[in-house]
């Protein structure tokens, strides 16, 4: 199975400021059709999860321009511009392209 | 507005037999993939299975392998995952979540299943 290896596990941020989720895969994501099948989610306390980011970098609907993803190959990451009160949960990664798909440990993100 | 809404949840005994469905609304259903994933208690996420639009497909973890069974009913909007011979490390909030672009673009709101005697 492909492991998502997230770094770090634990990222208290002050509101306001920037903040950088990695996500690193143990084999290329690219598939078949020459996509790359990488998403991040979003688990709020006590919520269901919510994707923010599918193949890379295109953000679901409704999610704020703050959010973006960016990688290729093995190496992906999460970017916050500026967090907010209401970013504080835990995020995931997520592969698509090897079956079983599978997420990494999730990283939770507080504030200071 | 998309929706899906899981039950069928509950507490079961170790080598019980459960069934979830989950009801969806808000889209075709019959073209979409969809899937299940669970979550154990202040755990991370993890795959179960997935099934194609018409049913014809579909793939399970190793660990739920010839265990649980995916299947669903076009006609009644509906998904089900029928898990047997029920373990305590299957103790988990079960989501049904609708597949786009080989993920989950949208999740339900779970149930719990706790295999406990």
């Known amino acids: 199975d492909v492991v998502m290896t997230q770094s770090p596990l634990s990222l208290p941020v002050t509101l306001g400021q920037p903040a950088s989720i990695s996500c690193r895969s143990s084999q290329s994501l690219v598939y078949s059709d020459g996509n790359i099948y990488l998403n991040w989610f979003q688990q709020r306390p006590g919520q269901s999860p919510r994707r923010l980011i599918y193949k890379v970098s295109n953000r679901d609907s409704g999610v704020p321009d703050r959010f973006s993803g960016s990688g290729s190959g093995t190496d992906f990451t999460l970017k916050i511009s500026r967090v907010e009160a209401e970013d504080v949960g835990v995020y995931y990664c997520?592969?698509?392209?090897?079956?079983?798909?599978?997420f990494g440990q999730g990283t939770k993100v507080e504030i200071k | 507005e998309v929706q899906l809404v899981e039950s069928g949840g509950g507490l079961v005994q170790p080598g019980g037999s459960q069934k979830l469905s989950c009801a969806a609304s808000g889209f075709t259903f019959s073209t979409n993939w969809m899937s299940w994933v669970r979550q154990a208690p202040g755990k991370g996420l993890e795959w179960v299975a997935n099934i194609n639009a018409d049913g014809s497909g579909k793939r399970y973890v190793d660990s739920v392998k010839d265990r649980f069974i995916i299947s669903r009913d076009n006609a009644k909007n509906s998904l089900y995952l029928l898990m047997s011979s029920l373990r305590a490390e299957d103790t988990a909030v079960y989501y049904c979540?609708?597949?786009?672009?080989?993920?989950?673009?949208?999740w339900g709101q779970g149930t719990l299943v706790t295999v406990s005697s």
């Open positions: 997520m592969q698509g392209t090897h079956w079983p798909w599978t």
């Open positions: 979540a609708r597949i786009s672009y080989q993920s989950a673009g949208t």
